[in-house]
């Protein structure tokens, strides 16, 4: 039985990370913040691809939240296999990096940086303890961060900062988890079409439209689900520590 836990996994990339585990064969526990009613109809489409999902409610930038989430997993299982940082917010309004408010930058903080940090931290120690009992036991850890990064853009500058800071999260657990034989990862998606991204649809669209990616469209969630899927299946065995871009090419140095 393999089991992956997948933060923000009821929409966008998160949606398209959970399809590609659970064609995988994998025993999902879908983390949200919406009322389980709510994503209903998803859980259910999950488990006609053939797995069990179970929701764990909360949000990963309260500690009460994130210790509910690892309780009800490792209740349900006993084991995790798969944890998958995905969950992410982007600023309510986009404002220029001189007029960013303390109240966003703590906001984009919590959820982005520390939630996934200390989330990592108390199933790493899991994972740790799993692997000291049983050799044979293989976990995985994958952060889904952002060509934001390296990035820079000023109208939603704490974004970028709280994603800089979890890809040196993904690097350190990386370094911290290779004692126990259990790789990190991170996936670093550039423009995707979610939810999040509709919203500056049409500057996209002109960016597209000028060249901005060596592939000229929209990433989906199924291109960052797939990617996910090979790591998490063993296809990189001595790759721990490194970043999958999923962006089109968009950030190869052009003339």
Not at 54 to 82: F, M, P
Not at 121 to 137: C, L, P, T, V, Y
Request: hydrophobic share 40%.
């Amino acid at each position: 039985m393999k089991t992956a836990l997948i933060t923000g996994g009821s929409r966008g990339i998160g949606l398209g990370i959970a399809q590609c585990l659970a064609r995988e064969g994998y025993n999902l526990a879908i983390n949200g913040v919406r009322p389980e009613e709510a994503v209903q109809e998803t859980l259910n489409d999950l488990r006609e691809l053939g797995t069990e999902v179970i929701y764990c409610q909360g949000s990963i930038a309260s500690a009460d939240d994130r210790a509910r989430i690892v309780h009800e997993v490792y209740k349900k299982w006993g084991t995790l296999h798969v944890l998958v940082n995905n969950a992410g917010i982007a600023p309510k309004q986009r404002l220029d990096l001189l007029d960013t408010t303390p109240e966003s930058f703590r906001d984009l903080l919590d959820t982005n940086l520390e939630g996934p940090f200390f989330l990592t931290q108390a199933i790493a120690n899991r994972m740790a303890s799993a692997k000291e009992a049983d050799a044979g036991f293989q976990g995985t850890i994958v952060f889904v961060t952002s060509i934001s990064a390296t990035v820079a853009s000023i109208n939603r500058g704490e974004y970028c900062i709280s994603k800089a800071g979890l890809a040196m999260t993904a690097a350190l657990f990386a370094v911290k988890m290779a004692e126990y034989g259990i790789p990190v990862y991170e996936v670093r998606p550039g423009v995707i079409a979610t939810d999040m991204t509709s919203k500056v649809q049409s500057k996209y669209d002109q960016l597209f439209d000028g060249g901005m990616a060596l592939q000229p469209r929209w990433g989906t969630p199924d291109d960052v689900g797939k990617a996910v899927a090979s790591l998490v299946r063993g296809d990189f065995p001595y790759s721990t520590g490194q970043v999958i871009h999923v962006d089109g090419g968009m950030l190869i140095d052009r003339l």
